[in-house]
């Protein structure tokens, strides 16, 4: 144990044990522990056209059950405006760490809902409009006060469509209407730095549309919520808010035996296990499949099981009803060793933190043991039937992402590629052979509309190989890139093994003679290649184009990045005197050269050092 | 103390934070301080869970004190 809390930790039942009273009790016990919870704070603010303050209690505690000790504010409800437009209002005082924007316009104009095949049609259609903008702006008047993430909510179907049965038959319908005016709040939250959509369309229908809403509820205190769906809506909006507030796991460790497949593979053989189209099989054939549909995303897969690497191997490989592959798998580890160790030897090969692995295992032996000896790894709590292993896989919050690059959708199979990397290192004399004999060929340039959300992610997520570990937000670092003293550049590498995509990011300022490395980050998947050196070089030539003669820089220290602690000397610059952390290299009499093993190509022709005087 | 009773004072001291215990048949929104429109909404949903029953709107408008509330529930529907 780690925790240094003197308090008994406070544990949170399974929600099916909960009564709303529970709840309450529970969300009471969590405020009064405080920072003892050792849950990580986490100020909500709420502001709604419907009443949302019974959310409170379910909000503390569904957050507490993946790690936040939320703290709440619901403004009255129908206030948002004043309140995100007054500097003074009650919103900012309590400086929320995020927003919730929650409206629905069955509030702002009943009879553009109800009426809408009468005198509601054409106010629907004034509103539809309107809001996704409206809402954009109140994003918009709310950044300029907060850097805080914001959640908006989208509009769900009412209970009733009021063209009834064939509403989803009719163009001219309602329901018709509120999808195309999902995609447009989409489109307008979208476009704004650090909002996201909150998926409450999504909820409601998960939910049932139907008994969504309890009329009486409604009618007495405007809560739009039937107290039987109230935790779940919580329970929802925790996990949007998580997703916004930490980085999503990387890699889903998964146990063989009863897990990818029914049986024993060790006991049962290659054909006595159950993989296929018909019951039993049929139930882990589905999860497989699942499981590869995380993987499309971009999350990496790896397996640790107590088994005979042999015959798990020739299983992989054999049996016709396996839908993931061995060249799939990222990191394996088959032996009779502890789960924790091996997970944890499995993060340090894919050069991760721990906890960015989450492990999937039908033993809860084994999830216990991980959960003791390696509490930094997510562990995802698995139902005795198998038949409910999709269910759990989703409802983890740990691989909610919000954004999807073209590397997410490959990086699978670059990881099988590294794999196949490391074999073939082991047969060069010297790490330059090996090197040269990757071809590697990184292209660079300058951040643009092509490389933003990809460069933006890499800001908001790279923990390790990063110097500063500062968050530029795509919008800020859009504004950077126009700034004529300041560069945001880039690094896209591939080699004869394939594409590795956009790996690294510099971003350098210019103030006067000198230029100050902003960020500088690199995929920890690509490190030992020199790929660093390139990315400093081009950061160097483009300190001399503006015309500067000095680079200097800082080492941010933080929990996660040791490993580049001595980055600016390797690369040649001078520790300053009298300053720690704090490095520069003259621009004058030193140099950080291109790294011959790598062939450079330019998105843009290379910048010129101005001629001196 | 029937066992409505029992369970109808822990309900209220989850819901509202006070010491099931001293509870009178007059506690009200007028002695607990803690009961406000929203806690009042959140007394009646608990209470409903806790014992399977289902009050009329009229009932969640007009109920406002821990006696009436505990008649109510000893009543039946």
């Known amino acids: 144990m780690t925790g240094l809390a003197s308090a008994p930790p406070i544990t949170i039942p399974p929600a099916v044990d909960l009564r709303p009273a529970d709840y309450i009790r529970l969300a009471r016990a969590l405020e009064r522990a405080g920072d003892e919870t050792g849950l990580v704070p986490l100020k909500v603010a709420v502001l709604s056209s419907h009443s949302l303050g019974f959310v409170q209690p379910f909000l503390a505690v569904e957050a507490a059950r993946i790690g936040f000790r939320v703290s709440s504010y619901v403004g009255a409800f129908g206030q948002f405006e004043q309140e995100l437009l007054a500097n003074d209002s009650a919103l900012y005082r309590f400086a929320p760490d995020a927003l919730v924007l929650a409206l629905r316009p069955e509030d702002v104009d009943p009879d553009a809902v109800v009426r809408y095949h009468g005198p509601g049609g054409p106010r629907f259609a004034a509103l539809a409009a309107d809001l996704p903008e409206r809402l954009g702006r109140l994003v918009e008047a709310f950044r300029a006060r907060s850097d805080a993430p914001v959640l908006v909510a989208n509009f769900a179907p009412p209970a009733a469509l009021p063209f009834g049965a064939f509403d989803a038959h009719l163009a001219a319908s309602l329901g018709y209407a509120l999808d195309g005016l999902n995609r447009a709040v989409r489109d307008a939250v979208a476009a704004r730095a650090n909002a996201y959509v909150w998926d409450y369309a999504g909820l409601v229908r998960a939910c049932g549309a139907a008994e969504w809403t309890d009329p009486r509820l409604w009618a007495l205190a405007r809560i739009a919520v039937a107290a039987r769906h109230q935790p779940a809506a919580a329970r929802h909006l925790a996990r949007s808010l998580a997703a916004v507030r930490r980085p999503p796991a990387k890699c889903l460790v998964l146990d063989l035996d009863n897990t990818l497949w029914g049986g024993v593979i060790g006991d049962d053989g290659l054909s006595g296990i159950q993989l296929g189209d018909d019951y039993p099989g049929n139930v882990f054939k589905s999860f497989q499949r699942s499981v590869l549909g995380l993987a499309d995303r971009g999350i990496l897969l790896a397996v640790v099981s107590k088994n005979d690497h042999a015959v798990v191997q020739q299983a992989f490989r054999e049996h016709p009803e396996m839908l993931i592959t061995w060249e799939q798998l990222a990191a394996v580890r088959i032996n009779w060793e502890p789960k924790s160790g091996n997970i944890r030897a499995v993060a340090a090969e894919l050069n991760l933190g721990a906890d960015a692995l989450v492990l999937f295992d039908d033993n809860p032996v084994e999830r216990a043991e991980v959960r003791a000896n390696a509490p930094e790894v997510g562990v995802i709590e698995v139902p005795p039937q198998p038949t409910g292993y999709v269910r759990a896989l989703w409802e983890s919050a740990y691989f909610d992402q919000t954004t ?84 945001v550049g880039w690094l896209r590498l591939r080699d004869r093994f394939g594409d590795q995509g956009l790996v690294a990011v510099g971003i350098l300022r210019r103030d006067g003679r000198r230029a100050e490395v902003d960020t500088f980050l690199m995929s920890c998947r690509v490190m030992n290649r020199r790929v660093e050196q390139a990315m400093m070089a081009f950061l160097v030539e483009h300190a001399r184009r503006l015309g500067c003669d000095e680079l200097a820089g800082e080492y941010v220290r933080t929990a996660r990045n040791g490993m580049v602690e001595q980055l600016y000397a390797e690369l040649g610059f001078e520790a300053e005197p009298g300053q720690p952390q704090r490095y520069r290299l003259d621009l004058r009499r030193g140099d950080v050269a291109w790294p011959p093993v790598i062939r450079r190509e330019d998105a843009e022709p290379r910048p010129e050092a101005p001629s001196p005087p | 103390m029937s066992a409505i009773e029992h369970r109808l004072r822990e309900v209220f001291a989850s819901v509202f934070g006070v010491d099931a215990g001293r509870l009178s048949a007059g506690a009200s929104p007028a002695s607990i301080p803690e009961w406000d429109s929203v806690s009042h909404i959140q007394l009646f949903l608990a209470i409903e869970a806790e014992f399977g029953t289902e009050f009329d709107p009229d009932e969640i408008a007009g109920l406002a004190a821990f006696g009436a509330i505990q008649q109510r529930l000893e009543a039946g529907t």
């Open chain 1, 404 to 487: 999807l690059s073209d590397e997410d959708r490959g990086r699978a199979e670059m990881y099988g590629r590294e794999r196949q990397r490391r074999a073939l290192q082991q047969g060069f004399a010297s790490p330059e052979a090996f090197l040269a004999s990757l071809a590697m060929v990184a292209q660079v340039g300058e951040l643009d509309d092509t490389t933003r959300e990809r460069v933006a992610q890499l800001v908001g997520k790279t923990n390790q190989f990063n110097l500063t570990t500062r968050r530029h937000s795509a919008a800020a670092l859009a504004e950077l890139a126009a700034a004529p003293d300041a560069v």
